[in-house]
Structures are given as structure tokens and as C-alpha cells.
């Protein structure tokens, strides 16, 4: 078990991409007592500028590792010798997943699987934490009823969130048998500053900004439960100190948002923040086919966590929004390094048919 205050060599897998940058940024300043070794691959959605503030900190390494590469995770235990392995690294955009599903089989299910070999190898059973992060959207989609709880049976629906359920259950699996501690965290739809401008909010502050079509699938009536990453990367932190090895976590900010009304407050910011048309932004939506096997409805029941570990999020949908167009403006050489000659051949080969 983990003791909190202790100096703890922490492995965080995935810290170049959104949450995990995030997560880094607002851990390893607060805790110099705490080594943290960032383990990533550095795909097409990490960004190294993202953690430019902790270059040459005392308490924070980089180690360019793909998961699916064993000996190199082994090595890197060997060398660094974690105590504590916090799993963010993944393929995460669904619509990736439906165009070409192999590398999120190979990242999310063969990558885990390493981690967890490489965990057993290292730490005798009962000895050592792996925190998961995973999705709520393992548990499939809701009806305009009901909230997701820890209970709730898994019904994946894309590639994405069935290797992402694959993963969850690996990771329980190797929990019971091999008596890895482990907990597991399922967050609802993350927002804010890094965030890889192919996910909704930000592709859509983006075509704002340059006054491009805003692309909204179907009619824009799925909901999606939003969560400012920054409340998230604090929940995963309160878990991984105070939560109990072998259970699971729901993550979300009672947020419930239809797509469509989250694009109209978000042209109304950026109409606020930039002085333009309001109207003029919005008559840029534009509604194309619709995302095969799109979930309807997230939502999720976080009493678990709120109860039993005191986390609440601290950001408003309205705050934490604004924040992030705020962020965007005033970081436009952080987007064009990220949007690399990948990045517009993935905008054609998505939205050039829809
Ligand atoms: P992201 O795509 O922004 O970043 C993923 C990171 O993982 C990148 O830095 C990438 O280089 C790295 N990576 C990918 N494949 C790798 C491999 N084979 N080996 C090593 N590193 C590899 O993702 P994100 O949005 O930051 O999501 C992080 C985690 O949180 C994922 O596990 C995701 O499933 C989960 N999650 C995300 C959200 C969300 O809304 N973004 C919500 C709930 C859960
Ligand atoms: O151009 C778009 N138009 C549109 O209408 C895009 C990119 C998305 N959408 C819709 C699809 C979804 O209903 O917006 C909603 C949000 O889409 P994404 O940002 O792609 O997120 P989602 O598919 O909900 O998944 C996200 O939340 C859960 C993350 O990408 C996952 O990694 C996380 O697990």
C-alpha cells in the first residue's frame, strides 16, 4: 500500500498527451517530495511543449517508451524502479478508432497487458499501486434516463471504448490473480488547456476562431457530461492516495450537455472574448453524418467518490469553459505545433466525405 507524504517513484504513462500533461503540470511542482518518470511514446497527440514548464526539475524525467515495446517497459522499470504506475497512455479519439482500429487494440489492450507483466515482475503480490484511467464510455450508452454507476454492466460500443473495456478488465484481472493492488477510474468527457484539437471543444474553438464550418454530428443531440480536466487529474490523485486498491471510481461533473448547446456557448465566448457576431459564429454549424454506433447519452453518478473520498469538482461548465477559450487564444503556436501535416490529413480524411 501507498502511504501519503511518503517520497514515492511514481511511473505516469501517457504525460505528453491532454489529461496526462495535465496531470504532471499540477502535481510534480506540488510535490518536489515525489520522483514522477513520464513514460510515452510521443504519438501524433503528444505534445513535449506541453511540459515545458517542468524541464529540469529535480523530480520529473522523461523516457520515450512505446507500451507495446516490452523490453523497453521492462528496462524502464529496471531503471526507475516505480512504486506507483499511473496509467493514462492510450489511443483515445473514437473517431480514429472507427477509421482504423488496430493501433487502439495494440495500445490500450497488448500496451496494458506489458504494464501489467511489468508490474508483476517487479513488485512481489500486494506490493506497489496501478491506478487505470479509463472512460465511462465502457458502460455503452444511456437513454435520456439514468446515470452510469460502478455497478453498471459494460456495453461498449466503438473499437475505442471496447479495447478501453478490455483494458479495465485486464487490469481487475491481474488484480485478483496476481495481487497487483490496482484501482480504476472511469471519467466522463474531459475539456481544457492541451487538449489535441481533434476532440469537440477544441476542433470547435478552433474552426471559431478561423472561421471554418463547425462540424456537428447527426443532429447534435447526444449528451456528453463535461469535466474540466483539471477537476479530473485531482480526482485521480485523491484515488490514488486515499482510494482502495481493487476498487472502482466513477468520474464526472453532473454536467450533462447536448452537443449543439455546448457549440452555442461556446460561440457566445468567443463572440464575448474576440468581439464578433455571436450570430455570424453560429451560422457556421454545419450538420453532417452522423458518427457510426454514436452513443446517445453519458452521464455519470459520482457519489461514490464525492462520499467516500470528499472529491467535488471546483470548476462550472460556464467557468471552466471560458477558461479554455481563454487558453486557446492565448496559445495558438501551442495548436499549429501540434497540427502537423498528420493532423490535416486526418481533418480531410474525417470530415472530406461527411
Ligand atoms: P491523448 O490522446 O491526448 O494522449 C494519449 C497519450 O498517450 C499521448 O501522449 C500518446 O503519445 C501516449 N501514447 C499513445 N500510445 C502509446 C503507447 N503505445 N505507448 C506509450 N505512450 C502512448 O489522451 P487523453 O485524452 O489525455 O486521455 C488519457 C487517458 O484518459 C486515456 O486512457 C483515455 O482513455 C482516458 N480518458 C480520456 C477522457 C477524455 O475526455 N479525453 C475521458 C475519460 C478517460
Ligand atoms: O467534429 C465533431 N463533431 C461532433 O459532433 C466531433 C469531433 C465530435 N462530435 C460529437 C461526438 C460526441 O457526441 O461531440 C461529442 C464529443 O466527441 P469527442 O470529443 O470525439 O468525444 P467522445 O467521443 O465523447 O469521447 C471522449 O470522451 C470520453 C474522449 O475522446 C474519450 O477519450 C473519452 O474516453
Redesign the pocket.
Known amino acids: 500500500m501507498v502511504s501519503p507524504g511518503k517520497n514515492m517513484k511514481i511511473l505516469v ?8 500533461a495535465n496531470f504532471l503540470n499540477l502535481l510534480v511542482p506540488r510535490h518536489p517530495e515525489h520522483l514522477f518518470v513520464n ?5 501524433y ?2 505534445n513535449p511543449r506541453s511540459l515545458a514548464g517542468l524541464e529540469g526539475r529535480a523530480n520529473y524525467a522523461f523516457v520515450r ?4 515495446d516490452f523490453e523497453a517497459v521492462r528496462a524502464t522499470f529496471a531503471k526507475h524502479q516505480p512504486e506507483v504506475v499511473v ?7 473514437v473517431d480514429r478508432s472507427i477509421a482504423g482500429p488496430r493501433p487502439f487494440l ?2 490500450n489492450i497488448e ?1 496494458t497487458f506489458n504494464l501489467l507483466e511489468a508490474c508483476r515482475e517487479a513488485w512481489k503480490p500486494g506490493q506497489g499501486l496501478l491506478h487505470h ?4 464510455e465502457v458502460y455503452g450508452s444511456l437513454g435520456a434516463e439514468g446515470l452510469f454507476t460502478e455497478e453498471t454492466k459494460y456495453d461498449p460500443s466503438s473499437p475505442y471504448s471496447a479495447s ?1 473495456a478490455a483494458s479495465d478488465h485486464l487490469v481487475r484481472a491481474w488484480g485478483r490473480t496476481f495481487g497487483i493492488p490496482v484501482k480504476i477510474t472511469n ?4 475539456y481544457g488547456p492541451l ?2 484539437p481533434e ?1 469537440l471543444i477544441p476542433l470547435m474553438i478552433q474552426n471559431l476562431l478561423e472561421r471554418k464550418p463547425l462540424p456537428v454530428y447527426g443532429k447534435g443531440e447526444n449528451v456528453r457530461d463535461w469535466l474540466f480536466v483539471g477537476d ?1 487529474c485531482e480526482a485521480i490523485w485523491t484515488v490514488v492516495l486515499r482510494g482502495k486498491p481493487g476498487e472502482t471510481y466513477n468520474i464526472g461533473g453532473r454536467s450533462e450537455q447536448r452537443n449543439i448547446d455546448v457549440v452555442k456557448q461556446l460561440c457566445a465566448i468567443v463572440a464575448q472574448e474576440t468581439g464578433a457576431s455571436e450570430t455570424e459564429l453560429f451560422g457556421l454549424v454545419t450538420y453532417v453524418k452522423d458518427r457510426p454506433g454514436h452513443d446517445l447519452r453519458y452521464a455519470i453518478d459520482a457519489s461514490k467518490i464525492e462520499r467516500e473520498l470528499g472529491w467535488q469538482p471546483q470548476e462550472t461548465f460556464a467557468s471552466g469553459m471560458r477558461k479554455t477559450v481563454r487558453w486557446y487564444l492565448g496559445n495558438q503556436d501551442w495548436v499549429a505545433s501540434v497540427r502537423t501535416g498528420e493532423y490535416r490529413k486526418w481533418i480531410e480524411q474525417n470530415y472530406g466525405s461527411r
Open positions: 504513462t501517457g504525460g505528453a498527451g491532454f489529461i496526462g513514460l510515452d511514446a510521443l504519438t497527440a503528444a517508451v512505446d507500451l507495446v496509467h493514462f497512455a492510450a489511443e483515445s479519439h495494440r495500445t500496451g484511467v479509463s472512460t465511462d478501453k471519467c466522463s468527457n474531459n487538449q489535441f476532440k479530473h
